[in-house]
């Protein structure tokens, strides 16, 4: 008997991919053999993790267009899940996409980006200097999720469509782990920035920001929990285990 796989193909879309630490492993860390093992078809797609939202939209359709045929379903982390809404909203590609699960996203953009263009007061070289030194983002890139251009800006521009089922998951953990998650310490002070002013977070989203489409769910986990990084190490969130229930309700569901 074959294994329940998803209607559609699975295509796993990153984020802004310049986590300097993630270095040469997989973004989605062992989930495309996961998945496969699983039973469902995975494509990975790559953009160019420095360049603006529009950009890496026609370069994830060129992606899709290429290596599939028909629907598929997008899973999105982080800035991946913009460019994806991007994609389908303002590149005609809402006819090729069945569902999009963004994992991470700033749909509202992140509070961290606005402190560090100095849009609102804050402790701007902390702000800055993670966007910029530890992400790797420029600042092009930081301008892209703060709040001020995704809510006014971008998300007028870009919106669902009908024909595509939106899901969306959002990540929580603290340096205690009183959330049921450990904070990896990279995030230790963007956390605390965006924890003082918009509450519970995954060290670079605030939960509120990551809420997109039908549904929305809570996991305990950071920003590179989501991905299974680094390396594997996610305290106590299984990852891979996120990412097979994540697809068994997508096929549950039709796709």
């Known amino acids: 008997s074959t294994r329940p796989r998803t209607l559609y193909p699975i295509v796993l879309a990153h984020g802004f991919g310049g986590f300097r630490n993630v270095g040469t492993l997989d973004y989605f860390y062992d989930v495309p053999r996961t998945l496969r093992d699983a039973g469902h078809e995975v494509h990975v797609a790559q953009v160019n993790p420095m360049n603006s939202i529009l950009h890496r939209a026609s370069e994830l359709k060129a992606f899709i267009q290429s290596t599939t045929t028909g629907k598929v379903n997008i899973v999105a982390h982080s800035m991946g899940g913009l460019d994806s809404r991007a994609m389908i ?101 963007p956390w605390s920035i965006i924890d003082d002013r918009k509450g519970a977070n995954d060290g670079l989203v605030d939960v509120e920001s990551t809420k997109w489409g039908a549904s929305h769910r809570v996991i305990q986990a950071d920003h590179l929990d989501e991905i299974g990084q680094i390396g594997g190490s996610t305290d106590r969130f299984d990852h891979r285990r996120f990412y097979v229930e994540l697809a068994e309700s997508l096929q549950r569901q039709g796709f």
């Open 89 to 189: 909203s303002r590149l005609g590609m809402g006819d090729r996409v069945a569902s999009l699960t963004t994992i991470g996203t700033p749909h509202r953009g992140t509070i961290l980006a606005d402190i560090g263009l100095g849009i609102v007061p804050g402790d701007m070289v902390a702000a800055a200097d993670f966007l910029v030194r530890q992400i790797g983002l420029s600042v092009d890139a930081v301008r892209e999720i703060s709040i001020d251009y995704v809510t006014t800006t971008f998300n007028p521009a870009t919106i669902n469509d009908a024909r595509v089922a939106y899901f969306s998951y959002g990540g929580t953990a603290d340096p205690l782990g009183a959330s049921g998650n450990i904070l990896s310490p990279i995030f230790l002070v």
